[in-house]
Structure formats: C-alpha cells, structure tokens
Nanobody
Framework: QVQLVESGGGLVQPGGSLRLSCVAS????????MSWYRQAPGKERELVAT????????NYADSVKGRFTISRDNAKNTIYLQMNTLKPEDTAVYYC???????WGQGTQVTVSS
C-alpha cells in the first residue's frame, strides 16, 4: 500500500535551517507530482510546495518563496524540503503527499523558536 514517511523536523532558532525528507513506497514514485503541506496549531493544512514528476517545475506558497526549496530523487523515492531563514510562523507539522491525493504520512514537527 501507499506509504509516506517524513523525517528531519526538529527545534531550530529563527534564521536557522532544516532539511525535511519524505520516503515513498507502494506506488511508482517517478510518475507522480509530489507536494509538501504544513499544518500549524489551530489552522488549516496549507500547501507549501509542489514538484513535478521530472523535477522540471516547482511551485511555492508566497509565504515561503525564496526561503524553501523542494527537490526529489526518483532513484531513492524521496522528496526533500530545504528550509532556510526559518521564522516562528513556519512552526507546523509538515507532511508530504502525492498531488493526486492521499494517504497522508504521519508528518514531522518543525518548531522555530528562540
């Protein structure tokens, strides 16, 4: 079955960096556009970034443009989210998912605080 396992979250100070990873299994990863979402406490889940199957195109939420970079390695069935210049408002649980739909992984917690 489809499985997505996110990792790489943690506690970081404002201005710091983190790199999230998401390992996929149970489907032909290289054929699917993939996305990162996040959900902050008390807020709805929001789209952060998307990458096409070939990595040719990427899209970002305005709130993370210029700070976050999505990438993928189809040989490793993995997508990444490099997050730089982190802000307290980036605090959330981050999830990866196929752009066509679920299931969701368990997510990885990112906390930006001094």
């Amino acid at each position: 079955q489809v499985q997505l396992v996110e990792s790489g979250g943690g506690l970081v100070q404002p201005g710091g960096s983190l790199r999230l990873s998401c390992v996929a299994s149970g489907f032909t990863f290289s054929m699917f556009e993939m996305s990162w979402y996040r959900q902050a406490p008390g807020k709805e889940r929001e789209l952060v970034a998307t990458i096409t199957s070939s990595s040719r195109k990427t899209n970002y939420a305005d709130s993370v443009k210029g700070r976050f970079t999505i990438s993928r390695d189809n040989a490793k069935n993995t997508i990444y989210l490099q997050m730089n210049t982190l802000k307290p408002e980036d605090t959330a649980v981050y999830y990866c998912i196929r752009s066509t739909g679920g299931p969701w992984g368990q997510g990885t917690q990112v906390t930006v605080s001094s």
